[in-house]
């Protein structure tokens, strides 16, 4: 929704050029219970890590979709570098960066602030393919939602 559009706004301008970006959200997606801010810096961790995988340009594709338990699922791909799978089983270790071959941050915080919102995320990477992160959101209707009261 309008919380996916603010965060790649800047990046869209900022890679124009070099970065092919195609936003897929589904219309009507059910309200998320999410804390913007977390939520927020989450998807910008993530879209950093991708643009980093790409500095020779590339295609970022974010989709957003409700699943069939009621949640949101939001998906960012990238056609960057990739990561073999010793770097993806680190790949949520506080301060692992993999910078070096270009594939931006740990992404620590991404998982901590998605956990803390009751949402799940999950990461699958071919080494010179690119990466795809999918980040799993509650949302007001879900039917299995994460967070206890």
Avoid: C
């Amino acid at each position: 929704g309008p919380e996916v559009a603010e965060v790649l706004r800047p990046y869209e301008t900022g890679a124009e050029g070099t970065v092919a970006f195609a936003r897929h959200i589904q219309p009507d997606l059910p309200a998320l219970l999410i804390d913007r801010t977390l939520i927020g810096r989450a998807l910008t961790n993530v879209v950093d890590n991708a643009l980093h995988a790409m500095p020779g340009g590339g295609s970022l594709t974010v989709r957003g979709a409700a699943t069939p338990a009621g949640s949101v699922e939001l998906v960012v791909e990238d056609t960057g570098v990739g990561m073999d799978e010793e770097a993806l089983a680190r790949l949520f270790e506080p301060y692992f960066s993999t910078k070096a071959v270009g594939t931006g941050l740990g992404l620590s915080i991404a998982r901590r602030n998605v956990e803390l919102n009751g949402g799940t995320i999950a990461v699958t990477s071919e080494r010179g393919l690119g990466t795809r992160v999918s980040i799993v959101l509650p949302t007001v209707g879900d039917t299995h939602p994460v967070i206890a009261d």
